[in-house]
């Protein structure tokens, strides 16, 4: 019993470490994109990069705050405590249920698949079910939060789900969206990952697959682990698990787009302030005639997206093009296995990170981000790729 109670107390002061566990956002320079390759290269944890003065932003332990002292480092700060108000996979459940509940002949709720822990990856359909168009409906995939710590990109799927259920009866565009179309929402790709960021670490962007975790976005069956675009080592942050597409967070995104052969993908992650287009290692790029109209799609997409300062819109490319060889990752896969037109948008500056605080950017995030998705909805009837 006394051993019980010794063991039990351990592992609550082992968590209780890894909550206190500070980390700090250390902004560093950069000449060229081939360095910000060569800082992950060194297995620093790229948290995202700011255009405005080329800079990379590092999140680091304060154990690990001076191996960057080298970098030459521009600015530093300790990341925020994460807010109440950002759901966890439980609330985001009951969210979901109740929008159901609400908006019976507009909402339907799946589970396209059940992570290593054995939660539900819920997916919601948007669409009037008793409108006249004929079956299958044209479809539009979007998801967030392939990255547990990316909370930020749940509040915009569910801004999505919220904005189109409470303006069907009174905005006649989206009336027509939801009539015509088949509006695909996953919220939390990645439930296991945000239980983590929760429960032990704020920082967390993996899943939890034997508690290093794998990197869902490198992990899909495109160019997996070719370009050195991910990591084969366990515990780095870009690992890319055992084999390709072996993670159940990857097989459910597979199969859903498999299944319902969307026009577009929008795939939410944070932050950056950019539209990424396929491919993720260099020099491979959208051939013709695709790719006319795919770079035209993303740069009228990143148009559309006012960066947090408020002036000027985010930038489109290739990963490689604005930040590092990518492999194994989602819109790769969409466009070179299905021939799906699939954008990675990071959302948010570096000033707000993964985590913002809510009150102040919540709000502005998510309808800074409408004009993005209603646009890919507008191009729905447009000329595309399939
Ligand atoms: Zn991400």
Redesign the pocket.
């Known amino acids: 019993m006394k051993q019980w109670l010794f063991l039990a107390a351990s592992i609550a002061l082992m968590g209780n470490q890894a909550l206190a566990q500070k980390y700090f956002y250390v902004e560093v320079p950069f000449k060229a994109v081939s360095e910000v390759g060569e800082l992950r290269a060194r297995g620093l944890d790229i948290a995202g990069i700011n255009l405005e003065n080329n800079s990379v932003s590092l999140v680091v332990t304060e154990n690990d705050l001076r191996a960057t002292r080298d970098l030459g480092v521009l600015s530093f700060r300790e990341v925020d405590r994460l807010d109440e108000e950002y759901k966890n996979p439980i609330e985001l459940e009951a969210l979901l249920i109740d929008y159901e509940k609400n908006f019976p002949d507009l909402v339907r709720r799946e589970s396209i698949g059940k992570s290593h822990q054995g939660r539900d990856i819920w997916a919601v359909v948007l669409t009037q079910k008793h409108s006249k168009v004929q079956a299958p409906k044209k479809a539009m995939v979007v998801d967030a939060m392939?990255?547990a710590r990316?909370v930020m990109t749940t509040e915009v799927a569910i801004d999505i789900i919220d904005y189109l259920t409470k303006n069907y009866e009174t905005e006649p565009k989206v009336r027509n969206w939801m009539d015509t179309y088949e509006i695909w929402v996953v919220p939390m790709l990645n439930p296991d990952g945000n239980n983590k960021v929760w429960e032990e670490d704020t920082m967390w962007r993996k899943n939890t697959l034997g508690g290093y975790g794998v990197d869902v976005?490198r992990n899909y069956p495109y160019s997996w682990g070719k370009c050195n675009g991910s990591s084969g080592f366990q515990f780095s942050d870009t690992y890319r698990g055992p084999s390709e597409g072996s993670e159940p967070e990857t097989k459910a995104m597979m199969e859903l787009i498999s299944r319902v052969q969307p026009k577009f993908n929008l795939s939410f992650?944070?932050y950056s302030e950019i539209v990424i287009y396929p491919f993720g290692c260099e020099p491979q790029t959208v051939p013709e005639p695709d790719a006319q109209i795919y770079l035209k799609t993303a740069k009228e997409l990143a148009s559309k997206l006012v960066r947090d300062s408020g002036s000027g819109s985010y930038k489109a490319g290739t990963a490689y093009d604005l930040l590092y060889n990518v492999d194994g990752g989602s819109i790769d896969w969409m466009y070179g296995k299905e021939k799906v037109m699939s954008f990675v948008v990071e959302l948010n500056g570096s000033s707000q990170g993964f985590q913002p605080n809510y009150q102040k950017w919540r709000d502005s995030t998510v309808k800074r981000q409408r004009p993005g998705w209603m646009y890919l909805l507008d191009q729905m009837a447009a000329p595309g790729i399939k």
Request: no cysteine.
């Open positions: 392939h990255h990316e976005n992650h944070s």
